[in-house]
């Protein structure tokens, strides 16, 4: 999974809370953002070792989130998230695709294809905004629909700096399932797309989702949290021709975007 700004910190690392109550809250966020980078679910022990936290403090953490519904502790003893956590992420998600709004339309004036916002949302990418295109041509993407990455642009532009282990465990949790004959089905072939969006500097879902649709794809830059944005249209008219016109114009949207993002977000 795509790591986040918390998995790559760690918690020795960090600056001195000015209460035990705000550490605590610092420390519960980076447990959560942890398990969210696991896929969702985890053990105390998996979590000890990636944050370097003492076992007790783990337990006691995760006895109150347990208590707050935004941890579920399940069966065989591990951890997941709990459902807690959907609501809020739902509206996040929502309040990120209104801010998003105003660039995926300037996309769709100078593209006049369709223009999509995507995030990683544990192992699925979920759309969270989309301005249509003109034309008449129905897209398969609307907002809030889930899909796998694999047969995706936005995934492959999400997924493409993640590292291939990674990749693999993500691909072996989801399973490869084909959309279209065209759709990439083996983890090798998608490793092997990934190499390709990190020459070229964006991905391409060429007719992998929807037969007769080919989508163009980049991540937005430093952003919050992983997304991506992309156009699509059908095939003839999203050509290898157009792309080269296309690309540098998503590739400027998505600086801005990042730019504007991460106003939004605390220092």
């Given at each position: 999974?795509?790591?986040?700004?918390?998995?790559?910190?760690?918690?020795?690392?960090?600056?001195?809370?000015?209460?035990?109550?705000?550490?605590?809250?610092?420390?519960?966020?980076?447990?959560?953002?942890?398990?969210?980078?696991?896929?969702?679910?985890?053990?105390?022990?998996?979590?000890?070792?990636?944050?370097?936290?003492?076992?007790?403090?783990?337990?006691?953490?995760?006895?109150?989130?347990?208590?707050?519904?935004?941890?579920?502790?399940?069966?065989?003893?591990?951890?997941?998230?709990?459902?807690?956590?959907?609501r809020?992420?739902?509206?996040?998600?929502?309040?990120?695709?209104?801010?998003?709004?105003?660039?995926?339309?300037?996309?769709?004036?100078?593209?006049?294809?369709?223009?999509?916002?995507?995030?990683l949302?544990?192992?699925?990418?979920?759309?969270?905004?989309?301005?249509?295109?003109?034309?008449?041509?129905r897209?398969?993407?609307?907002?809030?629909?889930?899909?796998?990455?694999?047969?995706?642009?936005?995934?492959?532009?999400?997924?493409?700096?993640?590292?291939?282990?990674?990749?693999?465990?993500?691909?072996a949790r989801?399973?490869?399932?084909?959309?279209?004959?065209?759709?990439?089905?083996?983890?090798?072939?998608?490793l092997?797309?990934?190499?390709?969006?990190?020459?070229?500097?964006?991905?391409?879902?060429?007719?992998?989702?929807?037969?007769?649709?080919?989508?163009?794809?980049?991540?937005?830059?430093?952003s919050?949290?992983?997304?991506a944005?992309?156009?699509?249209?059908?095939?003839?008219?999203?050509?290898?021709?157009?792309?080269?016109?296309?690309?540098?114009?998503?590739?400027?949207?998505?600086?801005?975007?990042s730019?504007?993002?991460?106003s939004?977000?605390?220092?």
């Amino acid at each position: 999974m795509p790591t986040s700004s918390a998995s790559t910190t760690d918690a020795s690392a960090k600056p001195t809370a000015a209460s035990g109550g705000v550490q605590s809250l610092e420390r519960a966020f980076d447990l959560l953002e942890r398990m969210a980078d696991a896929g969702g679910e985890v053990g105390l022990s998996e979590l000890s070792a990636a944050s370097g936290l003492p076992l007790p403090t783990i337990h006691r953490l995760m006895r109150t989130l347990v208590a707050c519904g935004y941890v579920r502790q399940q069966p065989n003893r591990r951890y997941s998230l709990g459902p807690r956590l959907i609501r809020l992420g739902e509206s996040a998600s929502r309040l990120l695709g209104t801010w998003a709004r105003p660039y995926l339309a300037r996309l769709v004036e100078e593209t006049g294809e369709t223009a999509n916002m995507a995030l990683l949302d544990g192992d699925e990418i979920v759309y969270v905004a989309q301005v249509p295109s003109k034309h008449s041509m129905r897209m398969f993407t609307e907002v809030g629909r889930r899909v796998l990455p694999h047969s995706t642009g936005v995934g492959k532009a999400l997924l493409a700096h993640t590292p291939a282990e990674e990749v693999r465990a993500l691909l072996a949790r989801t399973g490869m399932p084909a959309a279209t004959e065209k759709t990439i089905t083996t983890p090798e072939g998608f490793l092997e797309a990934l190499e390709q969006v990190r020459r070229a500097g964006y991905a391409v879902d060429d007719n992998e989702q929807e037969i007769g649709v080919r989508c163009l794809a980049v991540s937005v830059p430093n952003s919050p949290t992983a997304a991506a944005i992309s156009i699509s249209g059908p095939a003839g008219r999203v050509t290898q021709e157009v792309a080269e016109s296309f690309v540098p114009i998503l590739q400027g949207v998505a600086a801005e975007l990042s730019v504007a993002l991460q106003s939004q977000s605390p220092a």
